[in-house]
């Protein structure tokens, strides 16, 4: 989804040639930037992105090994992509921004609120873990054994459709494994030490543990909010009850 107000480009940040998108104009407030989850492309915030353009100026940004940024030889850690964010942001002369984190997203947003406070204006953080316990029992040898063929076709199509390499689909899976093998747990006065408005958010059928995202929430000194739908399709499919939260959540932020 591109209006005339849109910028595709890339810049070069620790070694990455790292993809973002800026859609719409600066309104006065800090900017909305939006990270996807593991597999997926910037793509995903499509369906949200008209109803946000009127708000925020949106930056999407694309991660290692993800959507059109090639990967490096680098091991993948949401720490590794938070400093990329944040690096990416500087060159672009952003100080400060909305962060709204999905899945792994929310985990790299959380390592960004660690290491750049100062830049996280406020926090957004849907379907996301702050350790792997956060994943239902039944989840976690998928997240630890990801495979490829178990990926649904479109984040396969997504990947397939913009990767500079359409080939290294497997070579991101075992990287995704290798990094649920070494995770950067947080621990919980991490949360409560970060002192920025949050909005937690999770689906009524997830795969994260309801009470697991009720501590994250608290601990962020915030409720969790409960809405329709599985891991993603209350993003992807039908995102009228996310976007009347986030909507309401950046107002009272402006």
């Known amino acids: 989804m591109y209006t005339e107000n849109t910028v595709c480009s890339y810049a070069s940040v620790n070694g990455l040639d790292m993809y973002y998108e800026i859609h719409g104009q600066t309104k006065g407030q800090p900017p909305l930037v939006l990270l996807h989850g593991q597999f997926a492309t910037g793509g995903m915030f499509f369906n949200i992105l008209p109803e946000l353009v009127k708000r925020r100026q949106v930056i999407i940004i694309e991660q290692q090994g993800h959507g059109h940024t090639a990967d490096i030889d680098r091991p993948l850690r949401s720490s590794h992509m938070a400093h990329d964010t944040a690096e990416l942001l500087r060159e672009i002369g952003v100080e400060q921004a909305d962060i709204f984190g999905y899945s792994e997203g929310g985990s790299i947003a959380l390592q960004l609120a660690v290491h750049h406070p100062e830049m996280v204006h406020s926090l957004v953080l849907a379907s996301a873990v702050y350790d792997m316990d956060g994943y239902k029992p039944e989840i976690i040898d998928q997240v630890i054994n990801p495979s490829v063929h ?4 479109i984040i396969r199509e997504s990947y397939i459709r913009v990767a500079p390499d359409p080939n290294g689909l497997d070579k991101l899976v075992q990287k995704s494994a290798e990094m649920a093998e070494h ?21 009524d059928r997830d795969i994260i543990r309801h009470n697991h995202a009720e501590e994250m929430a608290r601990l962020l000194g915030t409720e969790l909010i409960v809405v329709s739908g599985d891991h993603a399709s209350y993003i992807v499919n039908h995102p009228e009850e996310l976007l009347s939260h986030l909507t309401s959540f950046l107002m009272k932020n402006d």
């Open 183 to 203: 995770p950067e747990n947080l621990r919980s006065e991490q949360l409560e030490d970060m002192k920025v408005s949050s909005l937690v958010m999770i689906g």
């Open 150 to 153: 178990f990926l649904p076709p």
